[in-house]
């Protein structure tokens, strides 16, 4: 995604238990020459713990970003054991972590 020139659209990331670890992915990906493209839109999906599932995924997503996300739809995909949900969070990236300073220089590969 580092090497990639264009418009980003959309992000899919459909691991649940880990698709949120590599978020920081996003961090200082565009530089101020590429000012004016539209941040993308991710779909993150998350296991997350049965007692307010919704405010726990946001709160991972959040702190793996950096900043508070501001998410257009948490959707809740399925009981998928005794307490945990598999979470949907729909996210717009915001230009705080996508012009951010602080790119991280470790890249992740599965």
Request: glycine fraction near 4%; hydrophobic fraction near 40%; aromatic fraction near 12%.
């Amino acid at each position: 995604i580092r090497n990639f020139t264009g418009q980003i659209d959309f992000v899919l990331m459909n691991l649940p238990a880990s698709a949120y670890e590599f978020l920081d992915v996003f961090i200082g990906l565009y530089s101020k020459r590429e000012e004016g493209l539209k941040p993308p839109t991710v779909f993150c999906y998350h296991f997350a713990d049965i007692e307010a599932p919704e405010a726990n995924s946001i709160t991972a997503i959040s702190e793996k970003l950096g900043c508070p996300i501001i998410p257009e739809e948490v959707h809740l995909v399925r009981k998928t054991a005794p307490k945990t949900w598999m979470t949907c969070v729909r996210f717009t990236v915001p230009n705080s972590v996508l012009y951010s300073e602080n790119q991280n220089k470790k890249i992740k590969f599965l």
